[in-house]
Nanobody, 123 residues
Framework: VQLQASGEGLVQAGGSLRLSCAAS????????MAWFRQAPGKGREFVAA????????NYQDSVEGRFTISRDNAKNTVYLQMDSLKPEDTAVYYC?????????????????WGQGTLVTVSS
C-alpha cells in the first residue's frame, strides 16, 4: 500500500486547513486509517482515526471538536479537516493504514505510512 499525503501549508491561528491522503496498491476500503503528527523535538503522536467504513472515529483529546477525519472509499482517500488551528498544532502530519478495519489510536496497529506533510500554524 502506498500513501500520498497532501495539503501542506502555513496558516494563522484560528484558521483552517484540510489534509488529504490518497492510497493505492491495497484494499483501502477494508483498512482502518489514521493521522499521526510529530512536532519539532517531540515524538510522534496519534491525532485521529477512522474505521474501514468511517462510522467509527477516534480523536486525541486536544483536537476533539476541532479536527474531523473522514474518508471516501470510492476515491481511496482519507481527509483531515482541521479548524480553529493553534500554534501547538504545528507538526509534520502522517497518514497511516492498517490491515485491520478498526479506528485504533495505537501506532503499532498501522502497517503502512505516508511520507508526511508539514502544517505550520503562526500565532
Amino acid at each position: 500500500v502506498q500513501l500520498q499525503a497532501s495539503g501542506e501549508g502555513l496558516v494563522q491561528a484560528g484558521g483552517s486547513l484540510r489534509l488529504s491522503c490518497a492510497a493505492s496498491g491495497g484494499t483501502f476500503s477494508s483498512s482502518g486509517m489514521a493521522w499521526f503528527r510529530q512536532a519539532p523535538g517531540k515524538g510522534r503522536e496519534f491525532v485521529a482515526a477512522a474505521s474501514w467504513n468511517g462510522r467509527s472515529t477516534n480523536y486525541q483529546d486536544s483536537v476533539e471538536g476541532r479536527f474531523t477525519i473522514s474518508r471516501d472509499n470510492a476515491k481511496n482517500t482519507v481527509y483531515l479537516q482541521m479548524d480553529s488551528l493553534k500554534p501547538e498544532d504545528t507538526a509534520v502530519y502522517y497518514c497511516a493504514a492498517s490491515r485491520f478495519g478498526g479506528a485504533s489510536w495505537e501506532e503499532g496497529s498501522y502497517d503502512y505510512w505516508g511520507q508526511g506533510t508539514l502544517v505550520t500554524v503562526s500565532s
